[in-house]
């Protein structure tokens, strides 16, 4: 089956359902580590009994669905959701709905894995044209002769 991976535990088979983020690019459902735990702020009595935010967790160095390149880039745009031990946190908690907070918090997640996979154009340094550099020195002397019509008049 396309899409699946097939997870053998304790004598059976089971199909582990695989996210594409790219063409190229799927990973397994069971690399992604989801908690929830209670919201910060305000929201009454029911705030207090229900675990609505999601916590994600995804081993970014560990993960052999990602290339090498595409764990650089991961790691260095995640910045201070990385751990040491290159594992990934993000934290959703926009919504009262614990199904929409783990929405959203995928959605994230896919996003920056999918921004992780462009490669980054190099910049090819140009040098400026004769006429601009002509330009620019005659608006040098035009502003010098300016500032230099400013000094203590003499008779």
Known sequence: MPGFT????????????RIQITRAISIDENELTESATRA??????????TDSAVILRFDVA????????????LTELAGSRITNDGV???RSEGSRSQFENKRE?????FALIHE???????????????A??????????RRAAVKAGRGKWQE
């Open 62 to 73: 560990a993960s052999p669905s990602l290339p090498e390149a595409v764990k650089r880039r």
């Open 6 to 17: 097939h997870v053998a535990q304790s004598g059976y088979s089971k199909a582990v359902p």
């Open 132 to 141: 601009s550099s002509a330009r620019r020195i005659d608006a040098k002397t």
């Open 88 to 90: 990934l946190i993000l």
């Open 40 to 49: 910060s702020g305000a929201g009454g009595q029911h705030v207090n009994t």
């Open 105 to 109: 918090v995928r959605e994230r997640l």
């Open 116 to 130: 992780a996979t462009i490669i980054p154009k190099k910049r090819k340094p140009t040098r400026p044209t004769k």
